[in-house]
Antibody
Framework: EVQLLESGGGLVQPGGSLRLSCAAS????????MTWVRQAPGKGLEWVSS????????YYADSVRGRFTISRDNSKNTLYLQMNSLRADDTAVYYC????????????WGQGALVTVSS | QSALTQPASVSGSPGQSITISCTGT?????????VSWYQQHPGKAPKLMIYDVSNRPSGVSDRFSGSKSGNTASLTISGLQAEDEADYYCCSHTSGSTPYVFGTGTKVTVL
């Protein structure tokens, strides 16, 4: 059974940093691209960042480029999202998701991690 | 990259069929057959319902179907049931600066 378990969410002040983790199990982690998607309170889904299976390629939304860094440790089956210079509009539930296959959608999602940016 | 356009809400009675549209551009929906649809119940994670425009993952009811014409993709729910009441989002690969873009989301209400 595929499982994705996010951790690391919490309350952080504007300008602060936070690192999210997503522990994966039930599939061959290194063979699949992984993605972070966020959802601000009461709002829709927003694609944030993706990383290829071998970590050789990374992609970012314009809203987070230069502030967020996606990475993965295939030996630990874990996906990360390092978030720096956080702003109030980064407040959201952050989901990690497994890419079904290249570009074809996200077939498994974690339960989400809430990040609140507030003073 | 602008979000794909979906109607804010769609409603129908039990047993009826409804269709949700997802309008993009020639750089995303119109350019690729990489449109997916997600169902999200309140407080829950999204669930993949359709991938590659019209394919259903194992376990998804055949009451859900997808199609595309030009720059607009559509999700049809047939035989509407109370459990179908949820938010629905489309997503497309894009040739823009980012590889994916989501739709604005549609709230489906079962009357």
């Amino acid at each position: 059974e595929v499982q994705l378990l996010e951790s690391g969410g919490g309350l952080v002040q504007p300008g602060g940093s936070l690192r999210l983790s997503c522990a994966a199990s039930g599939f061959t982690f290194k063979n699949y691209a992984m993605t972070w998607v966020r959802q601000a309170p009461g709002k829709g889904l927003e694609w944030v960042s993706s990383i290829s299976g071998g970590a050789g390629s990374t992609y970012y939304a314009d809203s987070v480029r230069g502030r967020f860094t996606i990475s993965r440790d295939n030996s630990k089956n874990t996906l990360y999202l390092q978030m720096n210079s956080l702003r109030a509009d980064d407040t959201a539930v952050y989901y990690c998701a497994k890419d079904r296959n290249s570009l074809t959608g996200f077939d498994y999602w974690g339960q989400g991690a809430l990040v609140t940016v507030s003073s | 990259q602008s979000a794909l356009t979906q109607p804010a809400s769609v409603s129908g009675s039990p047993g009826q069929s409804i269709t949700i549209s997802c309008t993009g551009t020639s750089s995303d929906v119109g350019a690729y057959n990489f449109v997916s649809w997600y169902q999200q119940h309140p407080g829950k994670a999204p669930k993949l319902m359709i991938y590659d425009v019209s394919n259903r993952p194992s376990g998804v009811s055949d009451r859900f179907s997808g199609s595309k014409s030009g720059n607009t993709a559509s999700l049809t729910i047939s035989g509407l049931q109370a459990e179908d009441e949820a938010d629905y989002y489309c997503c497309s690969h894009t040739s823009g600066s980012t590889p994916y873009v989501f739709g604005t989301g549609t709230k489906v209400t079962v009357l």
